[in-house]
């Protein structure tokens, strides 16, 4: 067929030519049920009646979007960095100041429009560096082992890069908790990796129990190499937190199985129940002594997007690496400088977050009542979350103890379950996308993190205010107990037919 006289030619790149890698790669938390909210929204936007007025996109962990308000001092330092002539500005105050003329000496040309060092500015990496020594009670850091990134996500993909190899059954194979964040299953599919699942143990508040982690290694050893087992904590879809004696076992189980850890731990300022602490890997890991922190690798990842400061959009980062190999970090050097640097706004950013005001500092009560507020506000929201959706007859919620998420289990009755998979749905998908078309409330399936066979959940983020996330309960309960109600009666009636058809012959 000719256009304007024209052959037409057959595209390059077309389904069947692009990479099936790329094919493979799944991302639940802005997947199919996200796009028909944002059809959702133009459609409000354009007068088509609803039964709700709003959509409330309570599927991802992006605070600001949910209204939180951004910490004054770290948009203080940003502003003063952006746009230099604010540091003549007498209400800005003198830290602020202070910050923002030794960070931009830090960069090229005194401005962050300037490219960074490929793994980040410096000056940031040793405040990092100092920051973790800190945190973990005068373990030394070094700055050497420090990269910057594009926030956590960027520095996980550029580990598990340099973890996969192989062929067959030598390809590398990666164990990853289900339910996951599909962050990991993700870039497993697209460096056409192995992912080794283990479980968490829902009926005890989503624990990782190392039995299993042993059962999950076994059965990976008959079909590919597993070289490498990640971890998050808090957890995120789960919001349990690990115990001190969890992490140890981990530790050993990955010293004894000679695997690479890497630990997810970006919720680590989010932490809400009576009783939870965050226990860093790496302070654990040197605490236990030599025959531990002087083998077992370990990347840890950190990020400015979640905590209390929820500046998502700044996409910054950090992780730090523990005993690789000298020859294998002068490749990951490399592997980095390919994408040149992170923005440097964000290391701006996070240089803030990891090097706040101090007492006595003229910002620093402000700044710790922000912070404090937001911290205190999530933990009213993760306890009332749990409460309310455990008065819900049908739904099952464990504790919130930490990250920004709950993850309850919901009962579908099977006239549900038949109709979903009559329509090539996976069950909760089903269930999301009703409560999505009949109250506007976006939250994301369970089959998109993973579950155990026969169980239903949802992912919902507790970041909504404080008075919109009780209506946002409410309304899932309701929505839950209706749906429940009317699929049980339509078995119930199914029943009947086939009844009185069996006392009609």
Known sequence: MAENGLARREKVLTLESLNPSVKKVEYAVRGPIVTRALELEKELQQGVKKPFTEVIRANIGDAQAMGQKPITFLRQVS??????????????PADAKEKARRLLAACGGQSIGAYSASPGIELIRQDVAHFIERRDGGIPSRAENIFLSTGASDAIVTILKLLVSGEGRSRTGVMIPIPQYPLYSAALAELNAVQINYYLDEDKCWALDIGELRRAL????????????????????????????????????????????????????????????????????????????????????????????????????????????????????????????????GQVLLDVVVNQPQPGDPSYQQFSQEKQAVLSSLAQKAQLTEETFNRAPGIRCNPVQGAMYAFPRIHLPPQAVQEAQALGQVPDMFFCLKLLEETGICVVPGSGFGQKEGTF????????????????????????????????????????QKTAEKQGH
Not at 461 to 473: A, F
Request: hydrophobic share 40%; proline share 6%.
């Open 218 to 345: 076994k059965e990976a050893r008959q079909h590919c190499q597993p070289r490498a087992l990640c971890i998050i904590n808090p957890g995120n879809p789960t919001g349990q937190v690990q115990s001190r004696q969890r992490i140890e076992d981990v530790i050993r189980f990955a010293w004894e199985e000679q695997l690479f850890l890497l630990a997810d731990e970006v919720y680590q300022d989010n932490i809400y129940a009576e009783g939870s602490q965050f226990h860093s890997f790496k302070k654990v890991l040197f605490e236990m002594g030599p025959k531990y922190s002087g083998s077992v690798e370990l990347a840890s990842f950190h990020s400015i997007s979640k905590g209390f400061m929820g500046e998502c959009g700044f996409r910054g980062g950090y992780m730090e690496v523990i005993n690789m190999d000298p020859l294998v970090q002068q490749q990951l050097s490399k592997l980095v400088s390919v994408r040149l640097c992170p923005p440097v706004t």
């Open 457 to 496: 959940h949802f992912r919902m983020t507790i970041l909504p205010p404080l008075e919109k996330l009780k209506v946002v309960l409410q309304k899932i309960s309701q929505f839950h107990a209706k749906f429940t109600q009317e699929y049980s009666q339509l078995q119930l009636l199914g029943s009947s």
């Open 79 to 92: 502003a003063l960095c952006m746009f230099p002539d604010l540091l003549k500005d007498p209400n800005f």
